[in-house]
């Protein structure tokens, strides 16, 4: 509109100008068409790049962002819709959404050509089937013992349908964390991201986790945000907050 102004003043200074004596006056010329060209630097679009992290989708149930951890649980009833069977090398059945069953069969077949063979051995968990887990760990363990391990019915990742537990023949298809100096352990602490994968609990982080360090516990978050949670070397729970996300403490949660 401002610009439609501008051009019409113009319009009207040209057509003086002819009527008094056919000369247009440069500098004249120049004055009369400043402001549009003014309005038009001002009107130039800011475009803003879309945070990987809001709000909405990191606490919105079934999102690839969605925190889980001891002081935000997943619902008794959520399970997610797309689940599959992980046709890979297992040492069970076990099930993950697809989008990250995909991203782990690139993962399995980026180590099998470094001469690695990972196997999954733990990926959806019901609701139920944690409750269960979980009291058997209890009772063997004490609660305090079984806390730091495994997780309460609904603040697992494992129900989120995007955790897959791995391991190697070198670790006695086991989950430990001596998992980590084998071969396989380090493929995945080095190359996991590039999948759309993070180790999940990582090393001297079990008070902001919630868990002791798990080299064998991969959250599927996207290629985009996993690499840039490696970038950035923090737990999910430290990136969200220097993201502006406040959270609720873990150690409040327990
Ligand atoms: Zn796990």
Known sequence: MKKMIGLSVLTIFLVGCTGNNGIINKDDHKVTSTPAETNEQVEEEVVEETPLVTEENVFTEGTIEQLVNPAYALSE??????????DLLSTQETYLRSEAYEALKELFEAANEEGLQLYAVSGYRSYAMQETLYNNYVYQHGQEEADRFSAKPGTSEHQTGLVMDVS????????????????????????????????????????????????????????????????????????????????TPVSQAK
């Open 168 to 247: 190697s023949e070198s670790a006695w298809f086991g989950l430990s964390e001596s998992f980590e100096a084998t071969p396989e352990g380090e493929f995945v602490k080095n190359n996991a991201h590039k999948y759309g994968f993070v180790v999940r609990y990582l090393k001297g982080k079990e008070d902001i986790t919630g868990y002791m360090y798990e080299p064998w516990h991969i959250r599927y978050f996207g290629k985009e945000l996993a690499q840039e949670l490696y970038d950035s070397g923090l737990t999910y729970e430290e990136y969200l907050e220097n993201n502006n996300i406040s959270l």
């Open 77 to 86: 009833t959520y399970e997610p819709s797309d689940l599959v069977l992980v």
